[in-house]
C-alpha cells in the first residue's frame, strides 16, 4: 500500500475512533423529554416540572415535560424503557408505586422495571398521614386500631389505585392490627379525598400534601404520620410507631431513570447535575412548598440499590396482604 494511501486511511480510522466520544461530550445538543408516566396536577407532575426547570439551566438545553399517564404508570414507564438509549428520554419515577405494580403486574407488563431502566438520581419522598371523617369516634391512632377493630366491617377506607402507596399503607395497618375493614377504590386522590370529606367513607391514608389543607379546615382528623420521625409539616402529629407499632415507615419516593444502555457519562452528568440541585437551598424550599422532602443525593449504584430495596419491600407487603392489581 503506498505510504501516502497508509497514512489517509489511519487518519481517517482514528477520527472515526473519536467520534463517539465527540458526540458524546456534546451531550445534550437538544432538547431532552422527560416523561411523567401520570396526568398533569399530580405529585410526579409537580416534582417533575421542578427538575425540568432546573435541569434546563444546568444542562444548558430544554428540559421537556411530557405526561403520558395511564394504567398506573406504566404507559410512560415503557415508553421510556423502549426509548434509544442515548440521554434524551428520561422517566420522571414515583419508584414506589412503580414497585408496587412491578410485583402486582408481574409477567403481565412489557417491560422489566430493573432490567429495562436505570436509577439516575433518587430525588425525595412524600410523606402519608393516617386521616379520617370527624365523624369516626377516634383522636389517635390507638383508638383508630381499638375502633376498628372493636366494630367488624364498620370501617370503611378509601385507596387511590391498587399500587399506590395510600394502599399499600392502609392493607399493612389492616393485616398488622387484624381489623375486618371494607375497602373503596377509588381512580385517584381527588375523588378518594372527596368522599372521604363528604363522609362516603371514613378513612384514608393520603399524601400530606393532599390532606393537609383539609386536616387545617377541620374537615379531617390527622391521626398519624407513615415516617419514622414526625414532619415539619405536620410537627403535632405523632407516627405510627409512637403509637406502638414496630418499624412502620411507607412514604412515596420520586427518582429520575434512564433507559438500560444509556452511556454511564451521560448518567454520571445527569446524576451529578440532579444531585446539585437536591443540595441547593432555593430548591429543597421549592420542593417542600409542594410537600417533597429532598433527599442527600446518591450515585447511580447507589440509586439502583434503593430501587432494588423498593421492589424488595413492596413484594414481600403485597404478598402479606394479598392485594390484588384489580382491586
Known amino acids: 500500500?503506498?505510504?501516502?494511501?497508509?497514512?489517509g486511511l489511519c487518519a481517517a480510522l482514528a477520527t472515526a475512533a473519536l467520534l463517539p466520544a465527540a458526540a458524546l461530550a456534546a451531550w445534550p445538543d437538544h432538547a431532552v423529554k422527560l416523561v411523567v408516566p401520570y396526568p398533569p396536577g399530580g405529585a410526579t407532575d409537580v416534582i417533575g416540572r421542578i427538575v425540568a426547570q432546573r435541569l434546563s439551566t444546568a444542562l444548558g438545553q430544554q428540559v421537556v415535560v411530557d405526561n403520558r399517564g395511564g394504567a398506573g404508570g406504566n404507559i410512560g414507564a415503557d415508553l421510556v424503557a423502549k426509548a434509544k438509549p442515548d440521554g434524551y428520554t428520561l422517566l420522571m419515577a414515583a419508584m414506589t408505586s412503580h414497585?408496587?405494580?412491578?410485583?402486582?403486574?408481574?409477567?403481565?407488563?412489557?417491560y422489566d422495571l430493573q432490567k429495562d431502566l436505570v436509577p439516575v438520581q433518587v430525588v425525595g419522598y412524600v410523606p402519608l398521614v393516617f386521616v379520617v371523617h370527624p365523624s369516626v369516634p377516634a383522636t389517635s391512632f390507638q383508638q383508630l386500631v381499638s375502633f376498628a377493630k372493636g366494630n367488624p366491617k364498620k370501617l370503611t377506607y378509601a385507596s387511590s389505585g391498587a399500587g399506590a402507596p395510600q394502599r399499600m399503607a392502609v392493607e399493612m395497618f389492616r393485616v398488622q392490627s387484624g381489623a375486618d375493614m371494607i375497602h373503596v377504590p377509588y381512580k385517584g386522590s381527588g375523588p378518594a379525598m372527596n368522599d372521604l370529606i363528604g363522609g362516603q367513607v371514613l378513612m384514608a391514608a393520603e399524601t400530606v400534601p393532599a390532606a393537609l389543607q383539609q386536616v387545617k379546615a377541620g374537615k379531617l382528623r390527622a391521626l398519624a404520620v407513615t415516617t419514622p420521625q414526625r414532619i415539619s409539616m405536620l410537627p403535632d402529629v405523632p407516627t405510627v410507631n409512637e403509637s406502638g407499632w414496630k418499624d412502620f415507615d411507607v412514604v412515596s419516593t420520586f427518582g429520575v431513570m434512564a433507559p438500560a444502555g444509556t452511556p454511564p457519562?451521560?448518567?454520571a452528568r445527569l446524576n451529578a447535575e440532579i444531585g446539585k440541585i437536591m443540595q441547593d437551598p432555593a430548591a429543597r424550599e421549592q420542593f417542600l412548598q409542594q410537600g417533597v422532602y429532598t433527599l442527600p443525593p446518591q450515585s447511580p449504584a447507589e440509586a439502583a440499590g434503593r430501587l432494588k430495596a423498593e421492589v424488595a419491600k413492596w413484594s414481600k407487603v403485597i404478598d402479606e396482604t394479598g392485594v390484588k392489581a384489580d382491586e
Open 1 to 7: 500500500m503506498p505510504q501516502i494511501l497508509r497514512r
Open 99 to 110: 414497585s408496587t405494580m412491578a410485583r402486582l403486574e408481574r409477567g403481565k407488563l412489557a
Open 265 to 267: 457519562e451521560v448518567l
